[in-house]
Nanobody
Framework: QVQLVESGGGLVQPGGSLRLSCAAS????????MNWYRQAPGKERELVAR????????NYADSVKGRFTISRDNAKNTVYLQMDSLKPEDTAVYYC????????WGQGTQVTVSS
C-alpha cells in the first residue's frame, strides 16, 4: 500500500531554514509527480510545490517562489522541500502528496516560524 512519511519539521526563527523529507513506498516512485501542500490553522490546504517524475520540471506557489526548493531522489524514493528565508506566515502542517487516480497523503509535519 502507498505510504508517505514526512519528517524534518520543527520550530525555527524568522529568516531561518528547514529541510523537509518525504519517504515514499508502495508504488513506483520514479513514475509519479510529487507534491508538497500545507495547511495553516483555519485555512484550506494549499499546494506549495510540485515536481515532475524525473525532477526536470518544478512549480511553486507565488508565496514561496525564490525561497523554497523542491527536489527528489528517485534512487531513495524521497522528495524534499528546502525552505529558506522562512516567515511566520509559513507556519503550517506540511503534507506530502501523490496522485495515482486517488490522492494519497502523509501524516504531515508541523512547521512553526516564530521568534
Amino acid at each position: 500500500q502507498v505510504q508517505l512519511v514526512e519528517s524534518g519539521g520543527g520550530l525555527v526563527q524568522p529568516g531561518g531554514s528547514l529541510r523537509l523529507s518525504c519517504a515514499a513506498s508502495g508504488f513506483t516512485f520514479r513514475s509519479y509527480a510529487m507534491n508538497w501542500y500545507r495547511q495553516a490553522p483555519g485555512k484550506e490546504r494549499e499546494l506549495v510545490a510540485r515536481i515532475s517524475s524525473t525532477g526536470d520540471n518544478t512549480n511553486y506557489a507565488d508565496s514561496v517562489k525564490g525561497r523554497f526548493t523542491i527536489s527528489r531522489d528517485n534512487a531513495k524514493n524521497t522528495v524534499y522541500l528546502q525552505m529558506d528565508s522562512l516567515k511566520p506566515e509559513d507556519t503550517a502542517v506540511y503534507y506530502c502528496n501523490v496522485r495515482r487516480g486517488y490522492d494519497y497523503w502523509g501524516q504531515g509535519t508541523q512547521v512553526t516560524v516564530s521568534s
